[in-house]
Every structure is written in structure tokens, then in C-alpha cells.
């Protein structure tokens, strides 16, 4: 049987039942927008994430969009990132009216590098945004320590750590605010589109939740020119039902990246490493090797489906490359890409299944040529 990046059928399958029913409430309600699943959601995910505030948007992208205008940042302030990450992260500076300021991951966690982020920061930086990148936390500590020392905001991108833990703290806690998605494949998804903000400001709370509702204050007053990125209640409905399951599905993906580990340790892959103090909540599981698309072809033979998470670094695109700023050379970012592999993972992928494709990797990998550049 094939093997798929994420089974999301198999979730699909063992909460049928529990999500059909969620469905039906509110069809039987009829509170199709902004209805009494989103407000309860929202006070389920904002008590998950240990913060006052969660408000629910269409989008992970919306998500960070609004965060940067609700926090007043936009033309002329720069906004730092790491330039490995999803293309959403850079292009929701840039839709908020920032310029995204990419710079290289730190090589053993691939998260933000505090040293790369101190010599970014100029006098028009208004704010950090580190991503939590394959569920593993960043570095909070040296984070926030140096956004305090430069007065700058730090805005979390948890869309890939819904749960994960950094010296006890939750991501998603850490920041000013932070903004999650639910995208189907994430660790918490949808069966669509969705995403939130979780904060402990009441200011910004209060200014998103009228943003994405067409700035309205009560039905046809507006005070600010809003937007429609409202989470969906049907979606909100399910996600309510799968948030009860999120903390033991994070617990079955470190079981099972503990599995690749073992039988991947002492093969040529490079296999991803924890920081200390750090909950992994493993969105993805990112080795790397030297032939990586060999990799690729042979697990697809036996119909086993991995993913590249990045093939194209986001300033090498034709969309950004004039948009961005890249201080220095992104050294890491550049040759990495050609050889990060994400493994099939997800809470319901078998232990056995995990045992066939590691063996096809340990078979067929060679080693990484960039790890000269790791050690260094
Ligand atoms: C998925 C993702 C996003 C965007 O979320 P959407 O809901 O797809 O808009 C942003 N940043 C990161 C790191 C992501 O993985």
C-alpha cells in the first residue's frame, strides 16, 4: 500500500464519527460565520497555547499578515527571518508593507541563528520573526534577549509546532504574538484553510478580531478599514474535535521520529538534532543527504512519497527576489535545499511502515556534501 507524506485519511478515518457530528451542530445551527464554534475554539486554543488571546483567520498567511498592521509595522520597517522557511513568512511582511529580511539558519537545528540575526538589525528593524521550523522551538531564550536589548518585537511563525515546548513554555507564548496554521497537514488541521493568533495584548486582540471581520466594531460600524479573513465555523467545528487529540498525536510523532533515528543513526544521513530544554512536536521529519533525488526516485518505486521542504530558497524566486533583502550570504540556505529529505510522518503512519522506509534510505543515501559546512 502507498505510503503518503501525511496520511490524512487514516486521521480522516479514527475521528469520522466525532468530526461528522461536529459538522452537523453547525449546520443544525446555522451559525455558518463567526459562529459558536470559533468562540469556543478560540477560548480552547488560546488556554492550549497558555495565553489570554486567540483570534481565528482564514490562513496562516492572513494569520501574520494582520499580526505586523495590528502591531502598526509596514513601509520602511524591516522585519528579520530566517530565510529557509515557507514562502508565507516572507510574503505576509511583505503584504503588511515591511520588507522581509532574510538571513541563514543556524545549520544543526535549521532555526533562526541568533549570530546572523544580530548582524542583520539596522536602524529600521521593527521586529524578529523566528520560525519554529519542522516543530522544533527556536532558541526563545537568546531570541527574546536580543529583541529586548534592540526594542524590537518578536513575532512567532508556530504554524509547524501547535504544541511544541521550549523550557517548559509553549509555542506560541514567547512572543508579542504569534501566529499559527491550520492547513490540513499540520500538526493541528483543517479540512480546509484556517489559522489564528494567539497573544497576550490586549490592544492587538481587540484591533484583530475587528480587522478580520470587515473592521467592525458591532454589525455595520466600522472603525478601520478591515478585511474578510474570518476562521470558517465549520472548520473551527473541526478543529475543536482534533485539539483534544493534538498533545497524544505529538507524543506518537516523537515515538516515531525516535524510530527513524534509531534505524537512520550510523547510516550517511544527517539526522535532525534537539536543542536542549525543547519539546519537538516534529511537523516534519528532515534529513539530509547527497543524492537526494535518488532518494526520492527510489522510495517512489515502492510507492512511498517524500516531500522537499525547501527546494527553492524564497530569495531565488522570481516572486521575492527583488522584494527581499539578504544582508549576507545565505551560505547554508543555498546548498542545503539540494539535499533536505522530509520523511513520510504523521501520528498515523506505522511503526512498521517507518521500518521500510528506513531501510530504502539507509540502502540507497549517500552522504551529505554540505556537511563540511555543518561542522564548521
Ligand atoms: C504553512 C505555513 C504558513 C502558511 O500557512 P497557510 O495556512 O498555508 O497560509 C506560514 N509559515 C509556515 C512556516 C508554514 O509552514
Known amino acids: 500500500m502507498a505510503i503518503p507524506l501525511v496520511n490524512l485519511k487514516r486521521q480522516h478515518e479514527a475521528l469520522r464519527n466525532a ?21 469556543a475554539f478560540e477560548q480552547e486554543f488560546a488556554q492550549y497555547c497558555e495565553v489570554k488571546h486567540c483570534i481565528g483567520v482564514g490562513s496562516g498567511l492572513d494569520a501574520i499578515t494582520l499580526t505586523l498592521k495590528g502591531l502598526g509595522i509596514g513601509r520602511g520597517d524591516e522585519v528579520i527571518t530566517q530565510a529557509n522557511t515557507f514562502i508565507a513568512t516572507a510574503l505576509a511582511i511583505h503584504h503588511a508593507g515591511a520588507t522581509p529580511v532574510l538571513v541563514d539558519h543556524n545549520p544543526q537545528t535549521y532555526n533562526l541563528d541568533p549570530k546572523q540575526l544580530i548582524s542583520a538589525i539596522t536602524n529600521k528593524t521593527k521586529a524578529i520573526m523566528p520560525v519554529h521550523l519542522y516543530g522544533q522551538p527556536s532558541q526563545m531564550d537568546t531570541i527574546s534577549a536580543i529583541a529586548a536589548e534592540h526594542g524590537l518585537l518578536v513575532i512567532e511563525d508556530a504554524a509547524q509546532a501547535h504544541g511544541a515546548r521550549f523550557q517548559g513554555q509553549r509555542c506560541g507564548s514567547f512572543g508579542q504574538a504569534a501566529c499559527f496554521s491550520f492547513y490540513p497537514g499540520k500538526n493541528l488541521g483543517a479540512l480546509g484553510d484556517g489559522g489564528a493568533i494567539v497573544t497576550n495584548d490586549d490592544d492587538l486582540a481587540y484591533w484583530l478580531r475587528s480587522a478580520r471581520n ?28 482534533k485539539l483534544q487529540h493534538l498533545d497524544i498525536w505529538n507524543d506518537t510523532r516523537r515515538q516515531l521520529a525516535a524510530r527513524y533515528m534509531d534505524v537512520l543513526e550510523g547510516t550517511h544521513v544527517v539526522l535532525p538534532t534537539t536543542i536542549d530544554d525543547a519539546e519537538h512536536v516534529y511537523h516534519l521529519f528532515v534529513v539530509r543527504c547527497g543524492n537526494r533525488d535518488e532518494v526520492i526516485e527510489a522510495l517512489k ?76
Do not use: W
Not at 468530526?19 to 468562540?39: F, K, P, Q, S
Not at 479573513?229 to 478543529?239: K, M, P, S
Open 301 to 376: 518505486n515502492e510507492e512511498i512519497f517524500a516531500g522537499v521542504h525547501y527546494p527553492q530558497p524564497i530569495h531565488t524566486q522570481d516572486a521575492m527576489r527583488r522584494i527581499c533583502i539578504v544582508p549576507r550570504p545565505l551560505t547554508n540556505t543555498e546548498s542545503y535545499c539540494n539535499e533536505l529529505l522530509s520523511l513520510p510522518l504523521c501520528p498515523y503512519i506505522t511503526g512498521r511502515e517507518i521500518d521500510m522506509i528506513a531501510a530504502i534510505v539507509a540502502r540507497v543515501a549517500e552522504p551529505a556534501k554540505s556537511i563540511a559546512l555543518q561542522e564548521k
Open 214 to 241: 470587515y473592521g467592525s466594531k458591532s454589525k455595520y460600524e466600522h472603525m478601520i478599514p478591515g478585511y474578510n479573513c474570518r476562521l470558517d465555523t465549520i472548520q473551527a467545528a473541526v478543529l475543536r474535535v
Open 19 to 39: 468530526i461528522d457530528t461536529a459538522i452537523a451542530e453547525v449546520v443544525n445551527r446555522g451559525d455558518y460565520i463567526l459562529g459558536n464554534a470559533v468562540h
